[in-house]
């Protein structure tokens, strides 16, 4: 009976031996990764110091329920004070049912911007930067625009390279190299930063810039799925501090942040895309003081543009 007793008690403490050893070894690989990640968050920060654009004005619409919009400008900068917008998009998501609609708004659109003459909407961001281009978009289309983030070319080639080491892969649907500064062929492969970006730029073929808003679009669905992608976990510490430089928004780290695990843990995530103008909307024209141009039927596009975001 004693030696049943002492068995039992050896078998208790060595019990309790393992689990204290696994306990701690679990602690120990908690706080190595949180070191590692501090450590690759400082370096990606650091990478990225001295290439931030500067900050800019920005009011931000009232918020009213579950969504918010977000104006992402992608800028066309070579150290110029000034620049116009490559790309503009809307983000909507709504924190509730963790959606996504993605909305690309052409830069040859016809625009009245407040407080100068007509012009392509590219050019109110040259005119008037963040809150211009707003004013612009919220006057034609009547949308609410909560936050922004701006970032320039050499920037993005940057991001994509921290974040996938290994290049994204993207099904290029025909040889492009005119004025992108690359040469991609036809085929499924990995770009890096640089031939990403030389990717979305590509227009020189029949569908213009209408094209390249769709590959400008096709991007922006792979971005997500690497974010998201357990593989790039180890890099995302490096390339959040490296966003702290790179990308220029009204949010802070914390916000952004938190927005990231809110949209990491509703799960799987899709993205509805829409073009402003849509299809059959818009007729070709020309001005002296503006080039060619889209003229567009403004009350069709915000009618359509109100439906897919679902807006009240």
């Known amino acids: 009976m004693e030696q049943l007793e002492r068995r039992q008690t ?5 019990k309790f031996r393992t689990g204290r050893l696994i306990f701690l070894a679990v602690i120990a690989l908690l706080l190595g990764g949180a070191a590692y990640s501090v450590q690759q968050y400082l370096s990606g920060q650091k990478l990225a110091s001295e290439t931030k654009l500067p900050e800019q004005d920005f009011a931000a619409d009232a918020k009213k329920g579950e969504i918010e919009n ?3 400008l992608g800028v066309d900068s070579r150290g110029e004070e000034k620049s116009r917008t490559d790309t503009m998009m809307l983000l909507s998501w709504n924190r509730d049912t963790n959606e996504m609609k993605l909305v690309s708004f052409m830069r040859d659109i016809y625009a009245d911007i407040p407080g100068y003459q007509s012009y392509k909407l590219n050019t109110a961001y040259y005119l ?3 809150q211009l281009l707003k004013d612009t ?6 949308v609410p625009i909560h936050h922004y983030a701006v970032i320039d070319f050499k920037s993005f080639e940057a991001m994509i390279d921290i974040l996938a080491p290994n290049g994204i892969t993207m099904d290029v649907e025909k040889d492009m190299s005119a004025f992108i500064g690359v040469a991609l062929k036809q085929g499924t492969q990995q770009l890096n930063g640089k031939e990403l970006l030389g990717y979305a730029r590509f227009r020189q073929d029949a569908e213009g810039d209408f094209g390249r808003v769709a590959r400008q679009q096709k991007v922006m669905d792979a971005l997500k799925d690497e974010l998201f992608s357990i593989a790039n976990a180890k890099n995302l510490p490096k390339f959040v501090g490296a966003a702290q430089g790179y990308v220029t928004t009204d949010l802070t780290a914390a916000e952004e942040l938190k927005m990231a695990l809110s949209v990491a843990a509703g799960g799987g995530i899709n ?3 829409m073009t402003v103008p849509a299809e059959g909307t818009y007729t070709f024209n020309a001005y ?4 060619s141009v889209l003229e567009i039927d403004k009350a069709q596009n915000k009618a359509l543009l109100h439906e897919f975001l679902q807006m009240k």
């Not at 978009?137 to 009547?142: P, S």
């Not at 002296?288 to 080039?291: E, F, K, P, S, Y």
């Open 10 to 14: 050896r078998h208790k403490r060595k």
């Open 70 to 72: 977000f104006l992402i």
């Open 128 to 130: 008037g930067g963040v």
């Open 137 to 142: 978009l919220t006057a034609m289309f009547d």
């Open 271 to 273: 993205i509805d895309k």
């Open 288 to 291: 002296q003081h503006a080039g």
